[in-house]
């Protein structure tokens, strides 16, 4: 297994904007968007690398990198004695290529000038913002029994979804013989797929790309630096021009897996962590997810009903009740509030004495969230502060709108960072 994984090297792609995610990545990366109240989107497709003995990686940024970058080189650090690394390859810009990233295969050729000076056989990219826990020797192993060129991680999905991925077809042998990207509803009939019983009792009949590729290192020069040299694009361009030329295999992955897209999708993915079995563990001791180690007292809790509550470490908590939500770290709640189905990411630091105190004299809320307050159907990014009696109802009720305070989208609140909502605020 170890040597197996010594021939891999891990490029993981810090996309691009993310304006679909707006306004967490206001500031920040996708992959640098704090998700599980602890975690950074990032740190999944690293420790699934770790899990899997992958320990030489490249993370690829551009967007917004300043606190993704301070994160990676905080969090990962291995041992001298250790050929691992987690490297950032941030857009550069050079005297014979001008120009920043212009898309997913693009990153990858503007860095293989770096990557190239490693020894390995075969390259394995990744999206930096996908949550799912995956072994990547199990594909890399069924790469290269079935002889292929590429594969690429497949995830049946249900004809709702399929309109927003990357769609293919198989033959007998899982070899892709046809590709579609984002298809209509109408051809959808044309693209329905064999993915197993189990798969088609659940109506998960359409194999779709998980954005997940392992090709030789030949190839990979092959493709970016000589056949499509000017290809931006590995979903739209380079994997339908390989298919016909190339053996391109299917590895259908069935386990959990999602794309964190948007504001709805992220909110989703991080309440399903309160369930009573989540269906992405996180209590997982043979397959952990790594981050920062911060030196954080425990969590304090008084006088609070919890149900389905994920509290993370160092946070105060006075609040009345607290129902199908996730505290981030360092998250204070003031007497008598009520939280439900939300997201309060939590603070980077802690007040003093000395400081709630002038707080009080001006009249500023104090970091956290208040007394009396209600909040229901939001996300409250890192260090706002929220007065006392603030009420947030999100909801299918309220109009899609952004405010220099808050955001509305899809009926979740989000509130933005270092928000200052006074006493009284109603959203």
């Not at 993704?68 to 857009?91: M, Q």
């Not at 359409?206 to 000017?230: Q, T, V, W």
């Not at 295999?249 to 309160?274: P, R």
């Amino acid at each position: 297994m170890a040597a197996l994984s010594q021939s891999v090297i891990a490029v993981i792609l810090g996309g691009g904007a993310g304006t679909r995610l707006y306004p967490l990545t206001a500031a920040r990366s996708k992959p640098a968007v704090p998700i599980a109240g602890k975690y950074r989107l990032v740190d999944i497709p690293i420790s699934n690398c770790i899990n899997s003995d992958i320990n030489r990686i490249f993370v690829l940024t551009q967007f917004n990198s300043a606190s993704l970058n301070k994160h990676i080189k905080n969090t990962y650090l291995f041992s001298n004695f250790s050929s691992g690394f987690v490297d950032i390859l941030a857009a550069e810009q050079t005297p014979d290529n001008p120009g920043w990233f212009q898309g997913t295969a693009d990153a990858v050729r503007q860095s293989l000038r770096h990557i190239r000076n490693n020894d390995f056989e075969y390259i394995l990219i990744l999206s930096g913002d996908q949550l799912y826990q995956m072994d990547f020797c199990e594909m890399l192993n069924s790469h290269i029994s079935s002889g292929a060129d590429l594969s690429i991680a497949t995830i049946p999905v249900v004809a709702k979804e399929a309109t927003e991925f990357g769609i293919m077809k198989t033959d007998d042998e899982n070899h892709i013989t046809s590709f579609i990207e984002k298809p209509k509803a109408e051809v959808l009939n044309e693209w329905v797929s064999d993915t197993g019983t189990q798969m088609q009792q659940q109506g998960r009949v359409y194999l779709a790309s998980m954005g997940i590729y392992i090709f030789s290192r030949s190839l990979m020069n092959e493709l970016l630096l000589n056949k499509h040299p000017d290809a931006k694009d590995f979903g739209k361009e380079i994997i339908p021009a390989s298919i016909a030329q190339h053996t391109v295999v299917s590895y259908q992955y069935e386990g959990y897996w999602t794309d964190i897209g948007n504001i709805y999708s992220f909110f989703e993915a991080n309440l399903a962590l309160t369930s009573d079995i989540p269906v992405f563990n996180l209590f997982d001791s043979a397959k952990p997810i790594y981050t920062r180690a911060r030196m954080l007292p425990p969590a304090k809790i008084s006088g609070t009903t919890l149900e389905k509550t994920m509290i993370a470490e160092g946070c105060i908590i006075l609040a009345s009740r607290v129902e199908n939500t996730l505290m981030g770290i360092r998250s204070r709640v003031g007497h008598g509030s009520t939280i439900v189905n939300s997201y309060l990411m939590g603070n980077d630091f802690y007040e003093t004495i000395e400081q709630m105190d002038e707080n009080n004299r001006s009249g500023t809320p104090r970091i956290g969230i208040g007394d009396r307050c209600y909040i229901k159907n939001a996300i409250i990014d890192k260090n706002c502060r929220i007065g006392n009696d603030v009420r947030i109802n999100g909801g299918t009720h309220l109009e899609n709108v952004d405010h220099t305070l808050y955001t509305v989208k899809e009926g979740i609140v989000v509130v933005k960072k270092n928000a200052v909502l006074p006493d009284g605020f109603v959203i």
